[in-house]
């Protein structure tokens, strides 16, 4: 099950690339998605306002490990890279339940709600990762995307046993093999795409000719 899984989902992999220019006025465009760059900034605008008058999500923040937080919470400095981060691994998730073949019903988001209040808070979660609370289904969609993936993987096994484990990083390999194969293109004012992390990364600076030692 666990390579039929990902033999799968790499066999309908498109070719793509995790660089190159955006379209004007984009942020990020997957495949023929854009995430454009003003809907980013206001985003971060509102996460900073929550952020600031939130302790939990403050806490959560400081101590990610305690939090659990899924999708890798951003730098400081970093906060519109951290965010176009985030909605770029949801589009990731979502392309990943479309080849697998994975129903998401609102009672499995309501169910992961749930379970981020038990721990921190859904919303203290939520802008934990860098976004504002009305992203709050969207994160816990796809948590619930990984979960749904690794039950069906581990055919139903405990989470907590070691087929879960295992689980956990075959569906891991199929978020990589599917942010590769997909066509993710990056502003390059925001960093460019890792597939093999599933995030962006720091802005490239090139350094002149002397700089460089290449004359």
Do not use: H
Request: net charge positive.
């Amino acid at each position: 099950m666990k390579a039929a899984l990902a033999a799968a989902i790499a066999a309908a992999a498109l070719t793509g690339c995790g660089g190159g220019p955006a379209q004007a006025g984009s942020a990020a465009v997957i495949d023929d998605q854009r995430i454009t760059v003003s809907t980013l900034d206001a985003a971060v605008r509102e996460w900073r306002a929550q952020f600031r008058a939130s302790r939990g999500a403050n806490d959560a923040r400081a101590n990610p490990g305690s939090a659990d937080p899924r999708v890798a919470p951003p730098a400081v400095e970093g906060d519109l890279r951290g965010a176009l981060s985030a909605l770029v691994t949801f589009r990731i998730g979502d392309e990943v339940a479309k080849r697998a073949k994975v129903e998401v019903s609102d009672g499995d988001v309501d169910q992961i709600v749930a379970a981020m209040d038990r721990q921190r808070g859904a919303r203290n979660t939520t802008l934990a990762n860098g976004l504002p609370v009305r992203y709050t289904r969207d994160l816990a969609r796809f948590f619930a995307i990984r979960e749904l993936l690794v039950q069906r993987v581990a055919g139903g096994a405990p989470a907590e046993s070691q087929q879960a484990a295992q689980a956990r990083q075959v569906v891991g390999l199929v978020m990589r093999k599917a942010a590769a194969g997909m066509k993710i293109k990056i502003n390059p004012r925001f960093g460019t795409f890792d597939p093999a992390q599933v995030q962006i990364g720091p802005v490239a600076y090139q350094l002149s000719g002397t700089e460089s030692g290449i004359r």
